[in-house]
């Protein structure tokens, strides 16, 4: 018999009697689209459709019900986008739905395969124990390739783990893609070999569909120690792709650009768990870029917390992966991020280090003796 897999959704503002009705509707609408009573008997009614498992009033301080719906695995077939659509497809449209919660099957689990390195590996690369990673950005767009790679080896000289492009960095003319790959994994690297350090160089690789696979394997071959991709630009199932790929073995840290319809309603989308923790280690994301809370963009501490909880959860034996709260820290955040996060947390502080008056590099050095000491 076909395993199934559940999703949970939050209903907002419903009686019980609306709960029900709006929950039969997604298990129709996610998956064969027509009214019930049209609905062929048989495989169909019984494996294909979606089916009402569970649904309990929410006592959260929120208004409305949760229902716990299964999904059969030969709904996907074999294919993540259309797990994806089976998750959230069409009723993504329809007001006051949110998912809650994604239970796993193991086909989707296998569909899957998760993270290549995980936050292991990515510890491993740095060359450190279990004590946390820090990473920093190069920015902003308009500097030249040589301003950019200038600041490649001064946050390696300061002991920056990753030193990654800044998103909107892609292939512009003042720093095009393989002239600033280049230029900063050798900057990085002769930074490494003044310091004995193993920093790497991340370049961004989001872009046009055709480009986004040969700029990993070009990034793979100039010597970079990881990719970053927006995935909610440049598409959920690249990420997946990319670390099944058994030619391509840097470790990929995804970036949060182009998300935020999906998570920031409060009965809308997803919940920062299931979006930023479940769905990126489902990907194959090493690491996963967020807004922390107390920065620009306004997540909660607690929602920011179920983010670093998700990403370290057991799930079917996936790789744990590390959370990069970033997003307007500052040095004087780090005990604060410390104390909520403990030590498996990958700091992504850029701005900040760029404002130092002391410049790039005492600044960076600040940052890991306040990480450290």
Do not use: W
């Not at 062929?40 to 494996?47: A, I, L, T």
């Not at 997946?240 to 999906?262: K, M, Q, Y």
């Amino acid at each position: 018999m076909t395993e199934r897999f559940t999703v949970s959704y939050f209903i907002r503002g419903a009686d019980a009697a609306e709960a029900k009705a709006r929950a039969l509707d997604i298990a129709l609408e996610q998956t064969v689209e027509i009214p019930r009573a049209a609905v062929p008997k048989g495989y169909v009614e019984d494996v294909i459709l979606g089916r009402l498992e569970g649904l309990e009033q929410v006592r959260d301080g929120r208004s409305g019900f949760l229902a716990t719906i299964s999904y059969s695995e030969d709904d996907v077939g074999g294919d993540f986008l259309q797990f994806l659509n089976i998750v959230f497809g069409n009723s993504s449209i329809k007001p006051g739905l949110k998912v809650e919660d994604i239970g796993l099957s193991s086909g989707i689990l296998d569909l899957c395969g998760g993270p290549r390195h995980g936050i292991a590996g990515l510890r491993a690369r740095a060359g450190i124990g279990e004590t946390p990673l820090l990473m920093s950005a190069i920015k902003p767009v308009g500097l030249s390739t040589k301003e950019l790679a200038s600041l490649a080896h001064d946050f390696a000289i300061g002991g920056v783990h990753f030193v990654k492009d800044d998103h909107g960095l892609v292939d512009q003319r003042t720093s095009p893609f393989s002239e600033r790959l280049k230029a900063c994994v050798a900057a990085v690297g002769e930074a490494n070999a003044k310091t004995g350090g193993r920093t790497s160089f991340v370049p961004n690789i989001t872009g046009p569909a055709t480009a986004i696979v040969d700029r990993a394997k070009e990034a793979q071959e100039a010597g970079a120690g990881g990719v970053m991709i927006a995935p909610a630009l440049a598409g959920y199932d690249i990420i997946r792709t990319l670390a099944a790929d058994r030619d391509f073995t840097l470790p990929i840290v995804s970036h949060p650009a182009f998300s935020g319809a999906n998570i920031v309603s409060p009965d809308c989308g997803f919940t920062h768990r299931t979006f930023f923790g479940t769905l990126h280690r489902l990907m194959g994301a090493d690491a996963v870029i967020y807004p922390n809370f107390g920065g620009r963009f306004g997540f909660s501490r607690e929602e920011c917390l179920s983010i670093s909880t998700a990403c370290a959860a057991e799930m079917g034996g996936l790789k744990t992966i590390a959370p990069a709260p970033g997003g307007g820290m500052t040095l004087d955040r780090v005990g604060e991020m410390r104390a909520a996060y403990g030590n498996d947390i990958m700091y992504l502080v850029g701005g900040a280090l760029l404002m130092d008056p002391d410049g790039v590099v005492a600044a960076c050095q600040r940052l890991v003796s306040t990480v450290y000491d």
